[in-house]
Protein backbone atom coordinates (compact mmCIF):
# COMPACT_ATOMS: atom_id res chain seq x y z
CA UNK A 1 0.00 0.00 0.00
CA UNK A 2 2.77 2.39 1.01
CA UNK A 3 4.51 1.77 -2.62
CA UNK A 4 1.29 2.82 -4.65
CA UNK A 5 0.98 6.17 -2.60
CA UNK A 6 4.77 6.71 -3.15
CA UNK A 7 4.45 5.85 -7.09
CA UNK A 8 1.02 8.16 -7.32
CA UNK A 9 3.19 11.16 -5.23
CA UNK A 10 5.80 11.21 -7.72
CA UNK A 11 3.99 11.28 -10.99
CA UNK A 12 3.65 14.19 -12.93
CA UNK A 13 0.82 16.71 -13.31
CA UNK A 14 -0.97 15.38 -16.32
CA UNK A 15 -2.19 18.38 -18.43
CA UNK A 16 -5.86 17.43 -20.91
CA UNK A 17 -5.90 18.51 -24.09
CA UNK A 18 -9.03 18.06 -26.34
CA UNK A 19 -8.35 17.97 -30.00
CA UNK A 20 -11.84 19.43 -31.86
CA UNK A 21 -12.18 17.74 -35.00
CA UNK A 22 -14.91 19.84 -36.64
CA UNK A 23 -17.54 22.05 -34.69
CA UNK A 24 -21.42 22.72 -36.24
CA UNK A 25 -23.81 25.54 -35.29
CA UNK A 26 -27.39 23.83 -36.66
CA UNK A 27 -30.79 25.75 -36.46
CA UNK A 28 -33.78 23.92 -34.91
CA UNK A 29 -34.98 23.86 -38.59
CA UNK A 30 -31.89 21.68 -39.78
CA UNK A 31 -29.88 24.48 -41.76
CA UNK A 32 -26.15 24.40 -41.00
CA UNK A 33 -25.16 28.16 -39.87
CA UNK A 34 -21.63 28.08 -39.09
CA UNK A 35 -19.06 25.07 -39.70
CA UNK A 36 -15.23 24.48 -38.99
CA UNK A 37 -13.52 21.41 -39.80
CA UNK A 38 -9.63 20.87 -38.44
CA UNK A 39 -9.23 17.13 -39.92
CA UNK A 40 -8.69 17.20 -43.80
CA UNK A 41 -11.48 14.56 -45.00
CA UNK A 42 -13.40 14.94 -48.58
CA UNK A 43 -16.39 17.13 -48.84
CA UNK A 44 -18.59 13.97 -49.74
CA UNK A 45 -17.74 12.68 -46.27
CA UNK A 46 -18.17 16.52 -44.35
CA UNK A 47 -21.65 16.62 -46.52
CA UNK A 48 -22.31 13.08 -45.19
CA UNK A 49 -21.43 13.47 -41.21
CA UNK A 50 -23.17 17.06 -41.15
CA UNK A 51 -26.53 15.34 -42.37
CA UNK A 52 -26.49 12.24 -40.21
CA UNK A 53 -25.59 13.97 -37.53
CA UNK A 54 -28.62 17.06 -38.09
CA UNK A 55 -31.04 14.13 -38.37
CA UNK A 56 -29.61 12.45 -35.15
CA UNK A 57 -29.41 15.38 -33.32
CA UNK A 58 -32.73 16.51 -34.32
CA UNK A 59 -34.38 13.84 -33.60
CA UNK A 60 -33.06 13.49 -29.48
CA UNK A 61 -35.18 14.68 -26.97
CA UNK A 62 -33.86 17.72 -24.68
CA UNK A 63 -33.73 14.86 -21.77
CA UNK A 64 -31.26 13.07 -23.56
CA UNK A 65 -27.40 12.49 -23.11
CA UNK A 66 -25.34 15.38 -24.89
CA UNK A 67 -22.99 13.11 -25.98
CA UNK A 68 -23.30 10.64 -28.83
CA UNK A 69 -20.53 8.06 -29.91
CA UNK A 70 -20.62 8.11 -33.73
CA UNK A 71 -18.33 6.26 -36.01
CA UNK A 72 -14.38 6.52 -34.58
CA UNK A 73 -14.95 9.91 -32.32
CA UNK A 74 -17.48 11.45 -30.00
CA UNK A 75 -20.14 13.92 -30.96
CA UNK A 76 -20.64 16.48 -27.80
CA UNK A 77 -23.27 19.11 -28.35
CA UNK A 78 -25.42 21.77 -26.65
CA UNK A 79 -28.75 23.90 -27.81
CA UNK A 80 -28.17 27.51 -27.12
CA UNK A 81 -31.72 29.14 -28.00
CA UNK A 82 -32.54 27.82 -31.07
CA UNK A 83 -29.36 27.18 -32.22
CA UNK A 84 -27.08 23.26 -31.77
CA UNK A 85 -23.52 23.60 -30.99
CA UNK A 86 -22.18 20.33 -32.30
CA UNK A 87 -18.52 19.59 -31.48
CA UNK A 88 -16.54 16.49 -32.84
CA UNK A 89 -13.68 15.03 -30.54
CA UNK A 90 -11.57 11.98 -30.46
CA UNK A 91 -12.92 8.63 -28.74
CA UNK A 92 -10.41 9.12 -25.92
CA UNK A 93 -11.17 13.18 -24.97
CA UNK A 94 -12.87 14.62 -22.06
CA UNK A 95 -16.64 15.28 -23.06
CA UNK A 96 -16.89 18.03 -20.47
CA UNK A 97 -14.08 19.49 -21.64
CA UNK A 98 -15.88 19.70 -25.33
CA UNK A 99 -19.30 20.81 -23.25
CA UNK A 100 -16.59 23.91 -22.13
CA UNK A 101 -15.27 24.72 -25.36
CA UNK A 102 -18.73 25.05 -26.55
CA UNK A 103 -19.56 27.19 -23.49
CA UNK A 104 -16.91 29.31 -24.05
CA UNK A 105 -17.42 29.77 -27.26
CA UNK A 106 -20.98 31.32 -26.87
CA UNK A 107 -20.11 33.21 -23.80
CA UNK A 108 -17.34 35.19 -26.19
CA UNK A 109 -19.90 35.38 -29.02
CA UNK A 110 -22.69 37.01 -26.18
CA UNK A 111 -20.45 39.22 -25.17
CA UNK A 112 -18.67 40.61 -28.57
CA UNK A 113 -22.64 40.63 -30.56
CA UNK A 114 -24.70 41.19 -27.49
CA UNK A 115 -26.98 37.74 -26.76
CA UNK A 116 -26.07 36.54 -29.72
CA UNK A 117 -28.61 34.83 -31.80
CA UNK A 118 -29.11 33.20 -35.20
CA UNK A 119 -29.79 36.19 -37.26
CA UNK A 120 -26.17 37.32 -35.33
CA UNK A 121 -24.40 34.37 -36.90
CA UNK A 122 -26.20 35.17 -40.37
CA UNK A 123 -25.38 38.23 -41.19
CA UNK A 124 -22.25 38.28 -39.06
CA UNK A 125 -20.79 34.96 -39.90
CA UNK A 126 -17.14 36.68 -40.27
CA UNK A 127 -16.94 37.41 -36.50
CA UNK A 128 -17.94 34.46 -35.43
CA UNK A 129 -15.60 32.78 -37.58
CA UNK A 130 -13.24 35.09 -35.79
CA UNK A 131 -14.29 34.47 -32.47
CA UNK A 132 -13.76 30.96 -33.11
CA UNK A 133 -10.56 31.33 -34.67
CA UNK A 134 -9.19 33.35 -31.68
CA UNK A 135 -10.53 30.83 -28.90
CA UNK A 136 -9.16 26.99 -31.24
CA UNK A 137 -6.39 26.60 -33.00
CA UNK A 138 -6.61 23.51 -35.46
CA UNK A 139 -9.18 22.13 -33.00
CA UNK A 140 -7.53 23.10 -29.54
CA UNK A 141 -7.95 25.57 -27.38
CA UNK A 142 -5.31 28.84 -28.28
CA UNK A 143 -6.72 30.88 -25.64
CA UNK A 144 -8.32 30.37 -22.98
CA UNK A 145 -8.76 34.11 -21.75
CA UNK A 146 -12.27 35.50 -22.46
CA UNK A 147 -10.66 39.23 -21.76
CA UNK A 148 -8.27 38.37 -24.54
CA UNK A 149 -10.51 36.41 -27.03
CA UNK A 150 -12.36 39.94 -26.83
CA UNK A 151 -9.87 42.50 -27.32
CA UNK A 152 -8.61 40.81 -30.11
CA UNK A 153 -11.73 40.51 -31.83
CA UNK A 154 -12.33 44.47 -31.13
CA UNK A 155 -8.96 45.37 -32.34
CA UNK A 156 -10.01 43.69 -35.86
CA UNK A 157 -13.07 45.52 -35.73
CA UNK A 158 -11.88 48.73 -35.20
CA UNK A 159 -9.19 47.82 -38.19
CA UNK A 160 -12.13 46.96 -40.27
CA UNK A 161 -13.53 49.76 -40.11
CA UNK A 162 -11.08 52.17 -40.71
CA UNK A 163 -10.46 50.28 -43.72
CA UNK A 164 -14.36 50.78 -44.41
CA UNK A 165 -13.34 54.52 -43.41
CA UNK A 166 -10.50 54.90 -45.75
CA UNK A 167 -12.73 53.35 -49.05
CA UNK A 168 -15.17 55.61 -48.39
CA UNK A 169 -12.79 58.79 -48.50
CA UNK A 170 -10.64 57.19 -51.47
Not at 67 to 72: F, Q
Not at 80 to 102: H, K, M, P, Q, R
Not at 123 to 142: C, M, R
Amino acid sequence: MHQRVSQIQKSPTTIYTMAVQFLLLLSRQGKLRLTKWYQTISQKEKTKITRELTTLILSRRAKMCNVLEYKDFKVVYRRYASLFFIVGIDSSDNELLALETIHRFVEQMDKSFGNVCELDIIFGFDKAYHILDELLLDGYVQESSKKEVLRRVAQQDELENMDEFDNILA
